[in-house]
C-alpha cells in the first residue's frame, strides 16, 4: 500500500456518526496514523489482514468483493465520517477491498488499541456497534430494493440516500456532487450503465430532480421520495 502516512492532529473537525467523539482522549489509548489517498488507489485488499479500522476525514471511497462469477461487485459508498473496515471484525482477513473514489484522507485506528480504547471508553463500543449496526441496516435495505423496486425507483431512493448522508454532514440536501462514477453506481445498484443514464433522464424530465453529469439538483424531495419508496415509476 502505497501511502503517505504520518500521526495526524486530532484536533480538527469530525463528522456523521463520531462527530461527538472526543479523538483528543481515543488517542490516549490509540495512535491515530493519517493516511493520504488519491483517486483509485486502494486502502486495503480483500484477503489483507484484518489489523484496523479506518475513519474517513475526507474523500469518498468505495468498498468492492469478488462475486462468484468473478467480477467486481460494489457493496458500498463511505463518506466522511464513516468507518471502514468494521464488516471485518471478527475475521482475520478483510472480507472486501476499499478503493478511494477521489483525493481523501483516512485515519487508521489499530484495532487492538481499539479494543482497549473500548474497555475504557463505554462511549465508544457504544459508537462501534451502533456503525456496525447502521451498516447491516443498510445492507439489508438495499437487498430490498434490488429485489422490489425498479430502475427508476432503485436510482431515486439512492440518491435520496445519499442527500440525506450529505444532510447529516451539514452539507445540502438539495444540491451535491455525485462522487462516484456513474459505472460503480450502476455496479452497486446491479444494473446496466445504460439504465442508470437512462433512469437519470426519466427523473430529470418528471422534474425530480435536475442533472448535469455528476451534479444533482433535487427539485422535488416529496416526489422523489415518493419515488424511491415505489409509490411512482
Given amino acids: 500500500m502505497n501511502m503517505q502516512a504520518e500521526a495526524t492532529d486530532t484536533r480538527t473537525a469530525h463528522a456523521a456518526a463520531f462527530a461527538d467523539l472526543?479523538?483528543?482522549?481515543?488517542?490516549?489509548?490509540?495512535?491515530?496514523?493519517?493516511?493520504?489517498?488519491?483517486?483509485?488507489?486502494?486502502?486495503?485488499?480483500?484477503?489483507?489482514?484484518?489489523q484496523a479500522l479506518y475513519f474517513v476525514h475526507s474523500g469518498c471511497l468505495k468498498?468492492?468483493?469478488?462475486?462468484?462469477?468473478?467480477?467486481?461487485?460494489?457493496?458500498?459508498?463511505?463518506?466522511?465520517?464513516?468507518?471502514l473496515g468494521i464488516e471485518s471484525i471478527g475475521l482475520r482477513q478483510h472480507a472486501c477491498s476499499a478503493v478511494a473514489l477521489e483525493q481523501g484522507e483516512v485515519w487508521e485506528l489499530p484495532?487492538?488499541?481499539?479494543?482497549?480504547?473500548?474497555?475504557?471508553?463505554?462511549?465508544?463500543q457504544a459508537k462501534l456497534t451502533a456503525a456496525l449496526a447502521e451498516q447491516i441496516r443498510q445492507d439489508h435495505a438495499w437487498m430490498l430494493n434490488v429485489g422490489t423496486l425498479n430502475a427508476e425507483q432503485r436510482?431515486?431512493?439512492?440518491?435520496?440516500?445519499?442527500?440525506?448522508?450529505?444532510?447529516?454532514l451539514g452539507y445540502s440536501a438539495r444540491h451535491f456532487i455525485l462522487r462516484m462514477r456513474r459505472t460503480d453506481m450502476a455496479n452497486f445498484l446491479a444494473l446496466k450503465h445504460e439504465t442508470v443514464s437512462r433512469a437519470m433522464t426519466r427523473l430529470d424530465d418528471l422534474?425530480?430532480?435536475?442533472?448535469?453529469?455528476?451534479?444533482?439538483?433535487?427539485?422535488?424531495d416529496a416526489g422523489l421520495r415518493r419515488m424511491a419508496a415505489g409509490c411512482a415509476s
Fill in 207 to 220: 422534474r425530480l430532480i435536475a442533472v448535469e453529469r455528476r451534479e444533482v439538483r433535487v427539485l422535488d
Fill in 155 to 168: 436510482v431515486a431512493s439512492f440518491l435520496v440516500d445519499v442527500a440525506a448522508r450529505y444532510a447529516r
Fill in 22 to 50: 472526543d479523538f483528543d482522549l481515543l488517542r490516549r489509548y490509540v495512535q491515530v496514523i493519517r493516511h493520504k489517498l488519491t483517486a483509485d488507489q486502494y486502502l486495503y485488499h480483500a484477503g489483507q489482514p484484518f
Fill in 63 to 83: 468498498t468492492v468483493e469478488l462475486a462468484d462469477d468473478g467480477r467486481d461487485q460494489v457493496t458500498g459508498f463511505r463518506m466522511r465520517g464513516d468507518l
Fill in 111 to 124: 484495532y487492538p488499541a481499539m479494543l482497549t480504547a473500548c474497555r475504557e471508553l463505554p462511549e465508544l
